[in-house]
């Protein structure tokens, strides 16, 4: 289903009956299916009678990238190149700013569609589209189940506040995209013979220019829309039960694995949670407040707070507490470069930012540890804070994420209540390596990790 209020038309120029194609802009949903987007723009080109083309931008300065996340995000886009072929669909994909290939290949169309994405440096790629091209410009959000206006019109609080909001309008949204045949109709000469394959996709990344520092983890994550399929159905068969006692345990490893997925829009969460069916257990309620409750909070934190990556982004009670509290002693206080190299007192801080190194990921629970131990260790809040976000953007597949940036948000008390005041912490949340003892098996995931 196509609600109406995950459409937004961007700009005042009307469809243009002169134009040669209906135009596909891809760039965060980076799919063929269950992609509202692709859908509206497969639609348009049946009501206009044109040909449809998809393309897609491949710059090598992608914000804070490395040949980890490159690698990732070309499998996913052979996988697209190959399944848009099998649909009928062209695609073209080249080496260029996502908003000035569009631009460009805008002056042909009659109409531009493009994903919706909420951070600072996609929300302004849009914007430049909208205002350059001489057609209409229409964004289709598909990377969230519910369109992130739809939920909230400011930023909220925390995940109770906008919980409440969700379960109210979710039956809208949570409902199947009934996606259409596309009828070919020739693009122009001049074009056919651009369109993109799957070796050209290969070709294409291998003249990148792109930071080599930081290797592929192609034996822990493949990339792609087919990977993302297959590992829905392995959750479902074996990982969903016991999710919600064990999602913390982080020796076992029981999670979903999709987050890389959903971060390049490889999977759509509507896809994931019409997956779930009709069953009614706590597990199911567990993950879906994860994939629903906690990813709608982040993309409304991006969304409505222009400094999401960075301390500024603190207000309230947690800025306060950790400003009175900033000249507090620290000890240790340790450099980045020995944190990057994991190389504290702790090994289970150390196991953490290991796995992530070595996988591209971290166990959820390690994660919120991982965090604090940083706001501890560094010299000021402000500073932790842009060593967070430094190697969750370096290492994590599903870093530069709204996710990433609201959970490193969550460990300086956005999102949370206050606690017991403390040293360093002030009134926000603490976590120590005694709660780790007290709670897991916590040295079997230090064993885990160091078999990596």
Same mark, same amino acid.
């Given at each position: 289903?196509?609600?109406?209020s995950?459409i937004?038309?961007?700009n ?9 194609y209906?135009?596909?802009w891809?760039?965060a949903?980076q799919r063929s299916?269950?992609n509202?987007a692709l ?7 049946a009501r206009?009678g044109k ?6 931008g ?7 990238a ?10 996913g886009l052979q996988?697209?190149?190959?399944n848009?072929a099998?649909r009928g669909?062209p695609f073209?994909?080249r ?5 000035l290939?569009?631009?460009e290949?805008?002056a042909d169309?009659?109409l531009?569609?493009?994903?919706g ?11 430049t589209?909208a205002?350059?091209?001489?057609c ?6 598909t990377?969230v189940l ?15 506040t906008?919980r409440?909001k969700?379960?109210?309008?979710l ?5 199947p995209?009934l996606?259409s045949?596309?009828q070919?109709?020739a693009?122009p !000469?001049p074009?056919?013979?651009l369109?993109?394959s799957?070796e050209g ?8 220019a792109v930071?080599?520092s930081?290797?592929?983890?192609g034996?822990?994550y493949?990339?792609?829309e087919?990977a ?6 392995a959750f479902?068969a074996?990982?969903?039960?016991g999710?919600?006692?064990m999602?913390n345990?982080p020796?076992?490893?029981i999670t979903s694995h ?7 829009g490889?999977?759509s969460?509507l896809e994931?949670?019409l997956a779930?069916?009709?069953i009614d257990?706590?597990d199911?309620?567990s993950?879906?407040d ?6 709608e ?9 222009p400094n999401y ?8 009670f947690?800025r ?5 509290h900033a ?6 206080l340790?450099?980045?470069d020995?944190?990057e190299a994991a ?6 801080w ?8 070595k ?8 994660r919120?540890?991982? !965090?604090?131990k940083v706001l ?6 402000a500073?932790?804070y842009r ?5 969750n953007?370096k ?12 959970g490193i948000a969550w ?5 949370d209540?206050?606690?017991?005041e403390?040293?360093?912490?002030g009134?926000?949340r603490?976590m120590?390596d005694?709660?780790?003892e007290?709670?897991?098996?916590i040295?079997?995931?230090?064993e ?5």
């Open positions: 289903m196509l609600h109406e995950r937004h038309i961007l005042q120029q009307p469809e243009r009956n002169e134009g040669a209906i135009l596909y891809m760039q949903s299916r269950v509202h859908e509206y723009a497969v639609r348009a080109a206009l040909p449809l083309l998809v393309c897609f491949v710059t090598d300065r992608y914000p804070d490395n040949l980890r996340h490159y690698r990732f995000m070309e499998e996988d697209v190149a190959r848009l099998a669909i073209l994909a080496q260029t700013s996502p908003e290939g569009a631009l290949l805008s169309a009659v531009v569609v493009t994903d994405a909420y951070m600072r440096h996609e929300r302004a790629w849009r914007e589209v205002a350059g091209a001489a209409r410009v229409v964004e289709v959000e990377n519910l369109p992130v206006t739809a939920v909230s019109a400011k930023e909220e609080y925390m995940a109770a906008i409440r969700i379960e109210r309008i039956p809208l949204y949570a409902v995209l996606e045949t596309y070919a109709v693009l !000469g074009l056919q013979g369109l993109t799957p996709i290969a070709d294409l990344f291998a003249h990148l930071d080599s930081v290797a592929p983890v034996e822990h493949k990339g792609g087919d993302a399929q297959e590992r829905l159905e479902l074996r990982g969903l039960a999710f919600a006692t999602r345990e020796a076992y490893g999709l987050s890389p997925y959903l971060h390049f490889q999977i969460p994931i949670y779930l069916g009709e257990t706590e199911k309620r993950f879906v994860e994939l629903i409750v906690r990813r909070l982040s993309m409304n934190f991006v969304y409505y707070n990556d960075s301390y500024d982004a603190i207000t309230s947690a306060e507490t950790l400003d009175e000249a507090d002693a620290r000890n240790p340790y450099s980045l020995t944190l190389e504290t007192y702790d090994p289970y150390n196991a953490a930012q290991l796995e992530m190194v996988t591209g990921k971290m166990a959820g629970y390690m919120m540890y991982w !965090g604090k501890e260790w560094s010299p000021s809040p500073e932790a060593r967070l976000v430094y190697l953007n290492y994590s597949l599903d870093g530069r994420d709204p996710n990433g940036y609201a460990c300086f008390g956005k999102h209540r206050g606690w017991a403390r040293s360093i912490f009134k926000v603490y120590n005694k709660g780790l007290r709670k897991f098996k040295r079997d995931y230090v885990k990790v160091a078999s990596l």
